[in-house]
Nanobody, 116 residues
Framework: VQLVESGGGSVQTGGSLNLSCTSS????????VGWYRQVPGNQREMVAR???????AYADSVKGRFTLSRVASKNAIYLQMDDLKPEDTAVYIC???????????WGQGIQVTVSS
C-alpha cells in the first residue's frame, strides 16, 4: 500500500502549511488515519489521528494549532498546521491502519522546517 504525502516545505515562525496524504490503494474512510513526525535521533511521535467514526486525537504540543481532516471523495487526509514553531520542524509521515486486516501503512515522509 502506497501513501503519498505533499505540501511540506520551509516557513517562518507563525506561518502555516497544509500537508496532504493520498493513496490509490487504501480507503481512508475505514480504519485509523493520522500524521506522525520524527526528528533524527528521536522516536516517532503521534501528531494527530482520526478513527473511522471521525474521532480525533492530537498531541498536546499541537492542540489548537493543527487540524486533521479527511475527505472521502478524494480519498485524502490533510493536516492544516497554523502558528508553526521551530520545534515543529520534523519529517511528517502519513499513516493508515486497518487492524482487522493487518494493515499498517506508512508514507515516505515529508520535511517541514520552521525557522525563527
Amino acid at each position: 500500500v502506497q501513501l503519498v504525502e505533499s505540501g511540506g516545505g520551509s516557513v517562518q515562525t507563525g506561518g502555516s502549511l497544509n500537508l496532504s496524504c493520498t493513496s490509490s490503494e487504501s480507503a481512508f474512510s475505514i480504519g485509523t488515519v493520522g500524521w506522525y513526525r520524527q526528528v533524527p535521533g528521536n522516536q516517532r511521535e503521534m501528531v494527530a489521528r482520526m478513527d473511522g467514526p471521525g474521532n480525533t486525537a492530537y498531541a498536546d504540543s499541537v492542540k489548537g494549532r493543527f487540524t486533521l481532516s479527511r475527505v472521502a471523495s478524494k480519498n485524502a487526509i490533510y493536516l492544516q498546521m497554523d502558528d508553526l514553531k521551530p520545534e515543529d520542524t520534523a519529517v511528517y509521515i502519513c499513516n493508515h491502519e486497518i487492524k482487522w486486516v493487518g494493515q499498517n501503512a506508512w508514507g515516505q515522509g515529508i520535511q517541514v522546517t520552521v525557522s525563527s
